[in-house]
Every structure is written in C-alpha cells, then in structure tokens.
C-alpha cells in the first residue's frame, strides 16, 4: 500500500461560471513511504495546488484521497488539522517563524499540538538544532539570524516533530546557491532516515536533487520518472527515460 494515493483528484474553483479553473484536473498519483520526490512546474502549473492537498491544508472538489490508506475528502477541518499535526511537516519558502519565539521554541511549537510535555519538546528541539549545526542560536531571536539560519530553524522543526512526511515548498528560493545546496543536503539527510520528502519547486536544478521528478502543467501531471542524471535533448531539467503520461 502506498503513503499517499490520490485518484481523479480535481480543485476547481468557480465551479460552473465563466471564471472557472480548474487547479487539478483529474489527477492521480502515487507515492511509497520514504521516496524524495519533487514536483515541479511553473506558477500557475498547479503544483502548489497540490501540495495543499497532499498536506491536507485543503481537500479536493472531487476524487480521493487516501493518506496512508485512510480517506481524506470528507475529514472536518478538526480531523485535517489533527492529521497535519501527527503525519506531516512543512517547510516553507518564508520560514514561517514567529518573532516573538526563542529558536528553540520555534523548534518546539508543532509538538505542542502533539500534546508532548515541555521537557521532552524543549530536549528533542534541541536536539534537532544540534543536528542542523546551529545550537548555539537556541536563545536567539529569528530576526538575529540570517536567511540561512532561519531556513535551518525550520528544518529543525520538521525534524523535531519526526512526522513520516516532510513537504518543502520552495524551500532554498530565498537563499543563495552554496546554503539552498546546504538546506538540500540537509532534506537528503531527513530522508535518509525515513522520512518521505515531498519538494515542490519551480526550479530544474533543484528538482534534480530528488530521486523522482513529477512536472505539472495546467492542472494536470505531464511527466512521472526516476530522476536519473541524464537529460533528454530539447526537454530541460527532465531525466532520460521519462514517462509522459
């Protein structure tokens, strides 16, 4: 069984009027527990569409989604948010820190939800600091750190929460070339101890990066493959032996 299943999944919005857009349409997709996968495509493509739905911030208008075999369509916004806070970390383009936080309490916030004592979320936040090399900035601030810094603090996050998911949204698009290839090392890191990393980008270099590539364009996905190293002349950024669909 895989993690995540989606069948005929479509967002539309405006359903019905002149304005309508269709965000995805008819969209399947699956992918197996401990896969690097990116998916790529330009603004508008559809990509971060589905990111939303793969992470449960949104649900489809029509088809089905099965995390981990259970269905995902009809959940309340209660049962979606407990499901985010138990089976998925994010890390976000932006940081998404809160000023007013410690780093380390950054590090922490998500496992308050999870309902885990101080002690044990102060410990593990810690922790996941030290791993991403960057302890000695507990007690700071996140606007004392630089964009680097704070983009760490947000991996150290997710991997402090140690969800089995782990989706990255444009994640190194704020940074320069030498930390985005640092921050990339550390998702490689991530996945490599389980944990399944979903990338979403606009990037081919970046997209290079993962062990599966999946292109959207116009709502729809255009390509599946194995990334491979090896390009396909007049197809940019593609593997050879990529699979249209």
């Given at each position: 069984?895989?993690?995540?299943?989606?069948?005929?999944?479509?967002?539309?919005?405006?359903?019905?009027?002149?304005?309508?857009v269709?965000?995805?349409?008819?969209?399947?997709?699956?992918?197996?527990?401990?896969?690097?996968?990116?998916?790529?495509?330009?603004?508008?493509?559809?990509?971060?569409?589905?990111?939303?739905?793969?992470?449960?911030?949104?649900?489809?208008?029509?088809?089905?989604?099965?995390?981990?075999?259970?269905?995902?369509?009809?959940?309340?916004?209660?049962?979606l948010?407990?499901?985010?806070?138990?089976?998925?970390?994010?890390?976000?383009?932006g940081?998404?820190?809160?000023?007013?936080?410690?780093?380390?309490?950054?590090?922490?916030?998500?496992?308050?939800?999870?309902?885990?004592?101080?002690?044990?979320?102060r410990?593990?936040?810690?922790?996941?600091?030290?791993?991403v090399?960057?302890a000695?900035?507990?007690?700071?601030?996140?606007?004392q750190?630089?964009?680097?810094?704070?983009?760490?603090?947000?991996?150290?996050?997710?991997?402090?929460?140690?969800?089995?998911?782990?989706?990255?949204?444009?994640?190194?698009g704020?940074?320069?070339?030498?930390?985005?290839?640092?921050?990339?090392?550390l998702?490689?890191?991530?996945?490599?101890?389980?944990?399944?990393?979903?990338?979403?980008?606009?990037?081919?270099?970046?997209?290079?990066?993962?062990?599966?590539?999946?292109?959207?364009?116009?709502?729809?996905?255009v390509?599946?493959?194995?990334?491979?190293?090896?390009?396909?002349?007049?197809?940019?950024?593609?593997?050879?032996?990529?699979?249209?669909?």
């Amino acid at each position: 069984m895989s993690l995540i299943e989606i069948k005929d999944v479509y967002k539309i919005y405006n359903e019905g009027l002149e304005n309508q857009v269709n965000a995805l349409d008819g969209v399947s997709l699956e992918i197996a527990r401990g896969e690097f996968v990116a998916i790529i495509g330009t603004s508008g493509s559809g990509k971060s569409t589905m990111m939303n739905i793969l992470g449960c911030l949104d649900v489809p208008t029509r088809g089905e989604y099965l995390l981990d075999g259970q269905p995902v369509r009809e959940k309340t916004e209660r049962e979606l948010s407990d499901l985010r806070s138990r089976r998925i970390s994010f890390i976000f383009q932006g940081y998404n820190l809160i000023p007013s936080l410690k780093v380390w309490e950054n590090v922490a916030l998500p496992m308050t939800y999870q309902k885990i004592p101080l002690d044990e979320r102060r410990r593990r936040a810690l922790e996941a600091l030290e791993e991403v090399e960057i302890a000695s900035k507990a007690e700071s601030r996140p606007s004392q750190l630089s964009g680097g810094q704070q983009q760490r603090v947000a991996i150290a996050r997710a991997m402090a929460t140690r969800s089995p998911i782990l989706m990255a949204d444009e994640p190194t698009g704020a940074l320069d070339s030498k930390t985005g290839a640092q921050v990339l090392g550390l998702m490689r890191q991530i996945n490599a101890q389980g944990t399944t990393v979903i990338l979403i980008t606009h990037d081919n270099g970046i997209a290079a990066k993962a062990d599966r590539t999946i292109r959207v364009m116009d709502g729809k996905i255009v390509h599946d493959s194995l990334w491979d190293g090896v390009l396909v002349p007049g197809l940019e950024g593609a593997a050879a032996g990529e699979r249209a669909l």
